[in-house]
């Protein structure tokens, strides 16, 4: 049975920084795409970024504001842990951060962590 577990989240003012971590243990998830998703209260789900292993190949939603520097997700022992590093926070960053692995089927059919809080105060 594959157990994704997040760490890392908390509560941070804005402008400030959080790295958010996710293990995965039973398996071996190197082969698999592995990313992050959010849901803020009251709202959808939403993804913010995925990548394979050696982030080959990286994808990030327009949330990331990866031109500024804001989100990076990186893949990393033997391709069983995914990180995302989110840099100056904002308030509508608050949602409850899940980590995932897609089994081949899409990310509904994939495996969830029970995810993370991330709090961003004004």
């Known amino acids: 049975q594959v157990q994704l577990v997040e760490s890392g989240g908390g509560l941070v003012q804005a402008g400030g920084s959080l790295r958010l971590s996710c293990a995965a243990s039973?398996?071996?998830?190197?082969?698999?795409?592995m990313g992050w998703f959010r849901q803020a209260p009251g709202k959808e789900r939403e993804f913010v970024a995925r990548t394979t292993w050696k982030n080959v190949n990286t994808y990030y939603a327009d949330v990331a504001d990866v031109g500024k520097g804001r989100f990076t997700i990186s893949r990393a022992n033997a391709g069983n842990s995914v990180y995302l590093q989110m840099n100056s926070l904002k308030p509508e960053d608050t949602a409850v951060y899940y980590c995932?692995?897609?089994?081949?089927?899409?990310?509904?059919?994939?495996?969830w962590g029970q995810g993370t809080q991330v709090t961003v105060s004004s």
């Open positions: 039973g398996r071996t998830l190197a082969t698999s795409t």
């Open positions: 995932a692995a897609d089994r081949g089927n899409g990310w509904a059919g994939g495996y």
